[in-house]
Each structure stands twice: as structure tokens, then as C-alpha cells.
């Protein structure tokens, strides 16, 4: 839901018609028939009390063999193990291609992609360069919100970053992709000993130490008293 104080505006447009005036049945049409969504976290994407086959079958109307040559495509050895496999029994790379899948099987008009290099590795990656470019040729939109600068270039896309001055269109080569890097130790000590300095949190440890040291002894006075052959012969 919408925190409080949001404002949305703009609209959405398809074929020329605002999406605003459209039923939720059409709206369902839609998503199912014009639409693909791939999420950066594939395995809480799918349903965890169904095998991966029957969500496909569910989600493209694909048969077992159209399936696995879907899966097998985007470079899975075992297929048929995935197709009877629950989400859980996948690691994060097979489910990222499960969700690949989709778009591969059921041809839509645009494919929007959450961060779909997230999870893969490098031959995988090219493997999804080549889907990507063969849902293009296919007449496809892509819209991806990703951070591989490599891949958006191979694809040669239109790039827009949003900054501090809005959202705005750049050449994949000038737009300030974020490094990320770990805390040095410099940083973890001086973050530690401004913890220290904190008189709430010294006063507060405190308190919690002492509850945990009563709870412990408690404890082991109510194990010791239990056992106590003494108590149990008497």
C-alpha cells in the first residue's frame, strides 16, 4: 500500500488506451497475455507448494517437453529435475532462469526485468544476453532496472539513471554506476567506539546483561532443586 502523504501521477497508456479506464479483467488479460515480469528474487517469486512445472504450465500453457527445452535453452543440464523440483530444491541461479523462462514460452509484448544478472554466473550471463537479444528480434519491449553495465551496453539499450537531479536519459558509458565496497576496519573501530560513547547504549547493555545473569541463575537453581536425588528418594 501507498505510505501516507504519496503523490503518483502520470499515467500508463497501452495501444492508446489509458489503463486507468480499464477493468480488472481486462487488466488480468493484460498481464497474462502482453505482459512478463522476472523479479530479482526468483525463488520467493515462486509459489513454494507447487513443483516448478506445474507453475509453468499454469503460467504459459506449456506442455512438459516445451517446457524443459525452454529451461534447457537458458543453459540448465537437468531440466526434467527442475520441471518436478520444488522453488526450494533451486538455488538461486536455476530459479532466476525459471523465471526466464516465462517470456521464452509465452512470447509477450514487453518483458520487465528487476536486476536479471543478479544471481548468475558468466557463462549463464551470456546465455541471458542471448535470450534477451532473441525476445527482441522477436519484436519484444525490454525494460530492465539493472546496475550490469556490461550488459546493458551489449544490448546496446537506452539508458536512464535516476540522480539527484531526476530522471534523466544518459549513454551507458556516463552514468555514475555505484561501487560498492565493504567498511574498512577503520571505520568498523571508530563506528564501535562511538557506540561506546553512547551513554544509552552503555546504561542499556547493562540492564540486559544483569536480566540474562538473573534468568541464568534462576534457571539453574530450578534444574539443580529438580534433580536433587534428596528431593526425589524423599
Known amino acids: 500500500l501507498a505510505p501516507d502523504g504519496l503523490s503518483v501521477q502520470g499515467r500508463i497508456r497501452w495501444l492508446g488506451r489509458d489503463t486507468d479506464t480499464m477493468g480488472p479483467e481486462q487488466l488480468r488479460q493484460l498481464r497474462r497475455q502482453s505482459l512478463a515480469l522476472v523479479l530479482q528474487d526468483a525463488v520467493a517469486a515462486l509459489d513454494p507448494l507447487q513443483p516448478v512445472g506445474r507453475q509453468l504450465q499454469q503460467a504459459t500453457g506449456c506442455d512438459v517437453e516445451q517446457g524443459c527445452a525452454?529451461?534447457?535453452?537458458?543453459?540448465?543440464?537437468?531440466?526434467?529435475?527442475?520441471?518436478?523440483?520444488?522453488?526450494?530444491?533451486?538455488?538461486?541461479?536455476?530459479?532466476?532462469?525459471?523465471?526466464?523462462?516465462?517470456?521464452?514460452?509465452?512470447?509477450?509484448?514487453?518483458?520487465?526485468?528487476?536486476?536479471?544478472?543478479?544471481?548468475?554466473?558468466?557463462?549463464?550471463?551470456?546465455?541471458?544476453?542471448?535470450?534477451?537479444?532473441?525476445?527482441?528480434?522477436?519484436?519484444?519491449?525490454?525494460?530492465?532496472?539493472?546496475?550490469?553495465?556490461?550488459?546493458?551496453?551489449?544490448?546496446?539499450?537506452?539508458?536512464?539513471?535516476?540522480?539527484?537531479?531526476?530522471?534523466?536519459?544518459?549513454a551507458a558509458a556516463?552514468?555514475?554506476?555505484?561501487?560498492?565496497?565493504?567498511?574498512?576496519?577503520?571505520?568498523?573501530?571508530?563506528?564501535?567506539?562511538?557506540?561506546?560513547?553512547?551513554?544509552?547504549?552503555?546504561?542499556?547493555?547493562?540492564?540486559?546483561?544483569?536480566?540474562m545473569l538473573s534468568l541464568l541463575v534462576f534457571i539453574g537453581e530450578a534444574v539443580r532443586d529438580a534433580f536433587d536425588p534428596r528431593k526425589i528418594f524423599r
Do not use: C, M, Y
Not at 565496497?181 to 547493555?205: D, F, V, Y
Open 70 to 170: 525452454a529451461l534447457r535453452e537458458l543453459g540448465l543440464e537437468s531440466p526434467e529435475r527442475i520441471w518436478r523440483s520444488h522453488p526450494h530444491a533451486l538455488s538461486g541461479g536455476e530459479a532466476q532462469r525459471v523465471l526466464l523462462s516465462v517470456p521464452l514460452l509465452r512470447r509477450p509484448a514487453v518483458v520487465i526485468a528487476d536486476e536479471p544478472s543478479s544471481s548468475l554466473d558468466v557463462q549463464s550471463r551470456a546465455r541471458l544476453l542471448g535470450v534477451l537479444q532473441q525476445l527482441r528480434a522477436r519484436g519484444a519491449a525490454l525494460l530492465l532496472a539493472s546496475h550490469d553495465q556490461e550488459l546493458l551496453q551489449s544490448l546496446g539499450a537506452r539508458v536512464f539513471g535516476l540522480g539527484p537531479d531526476g530522471f534523466r536519459e544518459h
Open 174 to 211: 556516463t552514468v555514475a554506476w555505484p561501487r560498492r565496497r565493504s567498511a574498512s576496519l577503520g571505520e568498523l573501530l571508530a563506528q564501535g567506539k562511538a557506540n561506546l560513547h553512547a551513554p544509552w547504549l552503555g546504561i542499556t547493555s547493562f540492564f540486559v546483561i544483569a536480566i
